[in-house]
């Protein structure tokens, strides 16, 4: 049985998603379709719209057979280290392949961009640091310092997004020595950063959350699978919201202002006295979109400042991302769903696999785990009491959900 | 100029106080009322039902010529702590006397009492250690330790909350080696813990704020000042809300869900493993008064549970309190409020005052300042977001409340 393996959101699963699963069978010829997925923080740093388990329904009831929980750890960082842990769990479930959508579609394009870094990597160092110093934000500086380096025009655009997703797959793949064979899927149409929708079937997560938030469910119909569309309709139902970040402002702000500058400035990515900033400008702020517009600077992008805002919501510390991170095997693999087929690849790979596989939360264990405790506690925190109350206590008991 | 000194909380400011406002005045012969009064949160471990600005109001309105600010390192205290902050503060302003009521009306029993427990505190101690370790709460295992020391049934009865604290007031004067005098006056009717309103004109603070929170306010027009009843309908009318520990139970609940257990026990009061029972018991709780019940144990009072929960709420660190508390001597004194007559007091005793008199908070320094700044914003953090985000910016350039 051989294994395709994707990274994910789904935030919503839509049509984009269900033609890259049919394409990454096609394309690999494989028989089973793994996805890892952001638990609860994406890495754009916001909160999953719906939970971890409506997803992963969505990803089962389109082509999915194996849907792993991406964590915290590694779901909320800038793309290096949301590819290097995506991969490392690719790697452990053992996949024969890893299929990504890029701008570019050409393969040998990301292979050889990894080849042609890897031996100009002091060069581009430099260069990098080079247009920090001139106050441009770190995805500036690294596009810049990489136009600078590579003049042929041919060469794969780094300026986009999924460019770079795929980029730091590649070179995942490498550093880890893993034996997955990348692949990659040209981009339907949408374009990542999208933000209307038109009446065509394809559309980018971007512009169907923003039609959900802006009018109401009925304008995605299209867009996506029915399931998904029913998914959402029932979450928002039962728990009487999809989450946005607005939902977990007050939060944020009593965190804030409860919280020393010192302490502020042990939080992940609280860097160059960024803890002024956000402390000076989230106390004149009535929501989170009128504390972004104040916090925002030229030097950092808008997603690197609001993870931040996360890992302050989240309470995670240098001191315990570098704990987390510092292992480049995942200490186990989180399942949350599978198909029969799924099911089937589980049983027939067993034997090669070296990390645990985990079916109940209750069984993880380390640091890791302790961290996606917390992250679970603070995603659920803006449902009602009863509801939120349950899911904390579901999310340690329940077995993954069998389509 | 003569001043008498009183330690307040006037949550709210009722007719016991006003009565006492009148006493300390008359069996002193002083011609100034100051009181101390604690600011946001109080000493058992609740917040304040309505700001420091109101309820200096009410004061000013009967017969009180200064209020100053007992600031949070020292108003959600043990008794001890609370009564060595707010002497120094009285002492610090240049009071004459202090005035306290008490369940006894005997001064010289409360001197008798400190000079001998200053002859048997060795003794005091290895009985109150002995009872301790039979699982006594500390209030139960002290006032055990002192019936099993001091026989004579004529003595202080330590057992009642006010004596206690007039006792460590007349301890910490001599201890502090203040010039001020302590007098005593006899509470009148209401006991400390009743909480019945009757048709008498006085009545508990405790059963004062149960009327308010289970019926309305009419219900104690006849046993408050006017303008203590026009004040609380006034602010209630203004925030929607008189503060209860219900409207802060989300924020504490996702402090404690988003806070691992080893920061826990930085808290200050977070003692002997109880960062444990806080978690496990808070994450099944749907409100306050439900977790408070699931928390309680019979080593610890309600009372040092609740100051718990507001140390963990505010944030409040063993090793903060501990640099904050260091200082015999208050780094500022705050004044909220005055009447002419407090106004002249100010100026008469200026030449022979050590410590600054702070007008604006802006003003104020220091570890005391930083914790106070925080405290504030905690506590507004319930309100309507206009209303806390201006109440927040007034608190820093706010003159105080001359009447």
Redo the contacts between chains.
């Keep these: 049985m051989k294994a395709v393996g994707i990274v994910v959101e789904y935030n919503p699963f839509h049509n984009g998603h269900l033609y890259q699963v049919e394409q990454a069978k096609e394309i690999t010829g494989a028989d089973v379709v793994i996805v890892v997925m952001s638990s609860s923080f994406l890495q754009r740093g916001e909160p999953a719209i719906v939970s971890k388990w409506s997803r992963t329904e969505m990803a089962l009831a389109n082509g999915v057979d194996l849907v792993l929980e991406l964590p915290y750890i590694y779901s909320t960082q800038k793309a290096e280290t949301f590819a290097n842990g995506a991969i490392a769990i690719l790697d452990a479930i053992g996949c024969d392949y890893v299929n990504f959508g890029s701008e570019s579609g050409d393969i040998l394009a990301f292979k050889q961009l990894v080849s042609f870094m890897n031996q100009h990597q002091t060069e581009f160092n430099k260069l990098v640091k080079e247009f920090t110093k001139l106050g441009y934000s770190y995805p500036r500086a690294t596009s810049s310092a990489f136009s600078k380096l590579q003049t042929d025009s041919n060469v794969l655009q780094l300026s986009e997004p999924n460019n770079i997703l795929g980029y730091h797959y590649v070179k995942a793949i490498k550093e880890q020595r893993s034996a997955i064979q990348a692949t990659t899927t040209l981009r339907r149409q949408a374009h990542y950063h999208e933000s209307t929708i038109s009446p065509h079937p394809i559309a980018s997560a971007t512009s169907i959350r923003k039609a959900i938030a802006e009018t109401d469910l009925q304008q995605i119909e299209h867009v996506v699978p029915k399931q998904t569309f029913n998914l959402l309709a029932t979450y928002k139902r039962n728990y009487l919201t999809l989450h946005t970040w607005e939902h977990y402002f007050?939060?944020l702000?009593?965190?804030v202002?409860?919280?020393?500058r010192e302490?502020l400035r042990e939080i992940y990515e609280c860097e160059e006295g960024l803890e002024y900033r956000v402390y000076e400008t989230i106390?004149?702020?009535?929501?989170f979109a009128e504390w972004m517009q104040e916090f925002k600077t030229k030097r950092y992008t808008w997603t690197r400042l609001q993870r931040l805002a996360t890992h302050i919501?989240?309470?995670t510390s240098k001191v315990e991302m570098e704990e987390a991170c510092a292992f480049v095997k995942p200490s186990y693999i989180r399942l949350l769903g599978m198909t029969r087929n799924g099911q089937t690849f589980i049983k027939k790979t067993k034997q090669h696999r070296e990390t645990p596989l985990i079916t109940k939360f209750a069984k993880a264990e380390g640091i890791q785990a302790?961290i996606e405790e917390?992250i679970t506690?603070?995603y659920l925190?803006p449902l009602q009491?009863?509801h939120q109350?349950h899911e904390?206590?579901q999310e340690f008991s329940r077995s993954p959900i069998i389509y």
């Design positions: 007050d939060l702000q009593y965190k202002l409860s919280t020393n302490q106390k004149k702020a009535s929501s919501l989240t309470n302790q917390r506690n603070v925190s009491k009863k109350l904390m206590r």
